[in-house]
């Protein structure tokens, strides 16, 4: 068998929470670039570069790497047809620049790689909850694209698959990434729980997933 | 409805249902129901004032639950337990955690010593140098540094310039002419500085307060969970801060430290939010889950007695009768979704009593009126 590599696609939000995340003391999405085939679309780049003498430095050397070969940085010419005429079935609001722009393009071109039969299946990389409980699930789950993962999710697979990080940074970088206040804890609210009951669920969640997963490599010879 | 309720009208003087507690005001600190929880409190009050060892205590409950409550309610020396019959007054201080976890150690440590007050610390400093004749060398042998036990032994300076300076050189902010003014090489600088301050200033108010302290300070600090928006450069030090504090205080030094989280009960995630270092140093835990109905009534029953009007001679219940109330207690959380505790106890009972009162001119409130009630939108 081959060396396969996982065909990622990652939005703007995760881009964001994983530029803020150190493993092995650099920028998280390094190792992602190292060990996953990385698909964006040009919505994501353009947001780096945009407004650049404000933006956080840590998102300029991503803006530069997106520039690069680290990621694919796609685009199809069928954007607006499949939009207006497909995923407008499953997006209910007005399809407008900036609005989810960086999903909505990256399903869009996940689904034309897919018909053109230049990958099989894709795992969409996204924190935005709201945007997944919208519409993404829907369509992954009508079309059977693959799966959609968020950035912590991201981090376990890459944990299971590499050992060139240890348990204790792992533990850290999903520590830090869940203590981003942008990152969407949704998932683990139930009714009566404030954002931090989630949050700590969210964590203790992750960090147990991460034992796991430390034992199987601990016993896997 | 109307918002403006006539509480004398209910046989109450006051509105017993705040959702937030007072912290200002003494007398409207009651402590209703929930006996199990005062006696574990007192417990760990009790052997705090009893005896030197330092104590950190881990006080675990949903939000909502009374620890911020609790924190006010034994912070005023009367509702402390009594101690071989003597009502002792340790200094007592509520800190919050700070929110934002770039800067915490300096915010926190910032706050202990404005709440323990800048008059307060010069005056103890005074009555231990007036009681101590080396004080000096004596501060020396309780600190690593030389420049930090200078700067306290300053404090009780009568030059009201050179405390001053002190201050501003405890604060981290010493300038180059004020060090050498106050014969000093460095300001407080590292987190192990603010928690040897600390320290020794907890030493200074447990023995040489004029007042009976019992020995003690007793630090709450509230809202321990925001530790979950720290990243890791913002959580290690802060986590190792309370642990030097603790650690560098074997003595006198009582941490409360209060947890909020939906499932108090599920230690292996607080743990992990606070870190095995810090669970380790718990000697005692007090844990308050949701209420029983029992609980909750008995919750009620005493808080609408110590609030009644000196007339008031109707059923205690009044404005309710036990079915109505327990009809009440079993509906709300079911609708809400949310559990029974305190401060849920208070909201539905205060939606129910303004959405009956112009109704009900001397009527109770009826199992009628409480099961016509929405509780669905109740967060």
Partial sequence: ??????????????????????????????????????????????????????????????????????????????????????????????????????????????????IERKITRGILVTDDYTARTSFLDAIYKSFMLGEIWNSADLLIHLYLITSSVSYKSME?????????????????????????????????????????????????? | MSDIINWPKLGLRINPFKIVPDKKSRSKLVWAGFLDIKTKFNQILTQSLSDDSSILALIISRYGGGKTHASYFFSFKENLPSVNNKNLNPTQLIVKTPQKGVGAVQELYET???????????????????????????????????DIARLIFLLGDENDDIVYEAQTALLGNGSKSSM???????????????????????????????????????????????????????????????????????????????????????????????????IDRVKAQIIFDEAEVEEAISYLLEMLDYHRTEEFNREPLYPFNDQSIRLLFAKAPEESGNPLTPRTINKWVLKAIQETQEQNTDNIISEEQIESMDFSAEL
């Fill in chain 1, 1 to 114: 068998m081959g060396n396969k590599r996982l065909e990622i696609f990652i939005d703007t939000n995760t881009f964001k929470h994983l530029a803020e995340v150190e493993i092995n003391r650099k920028p998280s999405y390094q190792k992602i670039f190292e060990i996953f085939n990385v698909h964006t679309c040009s919505a994501v780049k353009k947001e780096f570069g945009y407004k650049a003498h404000i933006r956080d430095p840590r998102h300029l050397i991503l803006s530069k790497k997106l520039s690069g070969n680290s990621a694919k940085v796609l685009r199809t010419r069928k954007m607006k047809k499949l939009e207006t005429l497909w995923l407008s079935r499953f997006y209910k609001k007005a399809i407008e620049n900036g609005k989810d722009e960086s999903e909505r393009n990256l399903v869009c071109i996940l689904i034309e790689l897919i």
């Fill in chain 2, 180 to 278: 050498k003014t106050l014969r000093i090489r460095r300001a407080v600088s590292s987190n192990n500085d603010r928690a040897e301050v600390i320290s020794i200033l907890v030493r200074l108010l447990s023995l040489y307060n004029n007042v009976d302290s019992g020995k003690r300070v007793i630090i709450w600090i509230d809202e321990l969970e925001s530790l979950v928006y720290y990243t890791s450069k913002e959580y290690r030090p802060f986590s190792q801060f309370l642990r030097e504090l603790f650690d560098s205080s074997p003595t006198f030094l009582t941490l409360m430290l209060n947890f909020s989280f939906s499932d108090p009960t599920d230690s292996q995630n607080i743990e992990i939010v606070l870190g095995k270092a810090l």
């Fill in chain 2, 112 to 146: 202990i010593i404005e709440s323990i007050k800048w008059k307060n610390i010069s005056n103890v400093v005074q009555n231990f140098l007036e009681i101590e004749e080396n004080g000096l060398e004596q501060l020396e042998a309780w600190s690593s540094s030389e």
């Fill in chain 1, 172 to 221: 850290i970088a999903l520590r830090d990434l869940i203590a981003i206040e942008s990152m969407s804890w949704k998932k683990y609210k139930r009714t009566g729980d404030r954002e931090q009951d989630a949050k700590i669920k969210m964590i203790g969640d992750y960090v147990n997933r991460l034992k796991e997963i430390k034992i199987l490599k601990e016993n896997y010879v």
